[in-house]
């Protein structure tokens, strides 16, 4: 009965390759998250789904690119990675896009580039 | 936009003892979450506070929204919770959720 889950736990990889992380959630929630958790432990926000729309694109690079087959889904696809790209990547998800609602987090993929 | 500030950055207590962690931030907020990074990288859901006290069993909190700050208080420390303690906010006028740095707490015998 896994509330938020994300696929694979580990991804290791070499530069220039291309990389996907899935993200599932069963609780229902209209919107859906990925955060990026650096070598500093510093948790900071790239995208934000709400049915299906982007609602939230925090500057990141363009060879990242978030996929949302439906409310329940948010899959990260990462093109040409590079060394930069190691870290974990946190999945969430919110009953709505809406102030005060709280957020549900997945186990997280750590992603090691070499 | 919205800063998160977070003391102490390390703590190191002896098993049974009690402490305090602090969260300071800039500006009004909608959302305030406490989460626990465990040693295996979960991120746990502790309390969602915006506003007054929760407790749940050893851990309690505490968020005082009119003076910007949070406290999380943890009695009678094991070493389970040993990890990180995380702080984030959702607050002035956006739909996104600003971490602070977090606490780095080890609990030893």
């Known amino acids: 009965d896994t509330a938020v889950s994300q696929t694979p736990k580990y991804l290791v990889t070499q530069m220039g390759n291309d990389k996907s992380i899935k993200c599932e959630q069963n609780?229902?929630?209209?919107?859906m998250y990925w955060y990026k958790q650096d070598s500093k432990k510093f948790l900071k926000i790239m995208f934000s789904y709400n049915n299906k729309e982007l609602i939230i694109n925090e500057t990141v690079p363009n060879r990242f690119s978030p996929k949302s087959p439906d409310k329940a889904h948010l899959n990260l696809h990462i093109n040409s990675l590079e060394l930069g790209d190691s870290a974990v990547y946190f999945c969430a998800s919110s009953q709505q896009l809406a102030i005060g609602i709280e957020q549900y987090f997945g186990p997280g993929t750590r992603l090691t580039v070499t | 936009g919205i800063q998160v500030e977070q003391s102490p950055p390390d703590l190191i207590l002896q098993e049974g003892a009690n402490s305090t962690l602090r969260c300071n931030f800039s500006?009004?907020?909608?959302?305030l979450q406490w989460f626990h990074q465990n040693p295996w990288g979960q991120l746990i859901n502790l309390f969602y506070?915006?506003?007054g006290t929760k407790q749940n069993g050893r851990l309690s909190a505490t968020t005082v929204a009119t003076e910007r700050y949070s406290l999380l208080y943890i009695s009678s420390s094991q070493t389970t919770d040993s990890g990180v303690y995380f702080c984030?906010?959702?607050?002035?006028?956006?739909?996104?959720?600003?971490f602070g740095t977090g606490t780095q707490l080890k609990v030893e015998l």
């Open positions: 506070i915006p506003s």
């Open positions: 500006d009004s907020v909608n959302n």
């Open positions: 984030a906010v959702l607050g002035g006028g956006g739909n996104k959720l600003t």
């Open positions: 609780l229902g929630h209209d919107t």
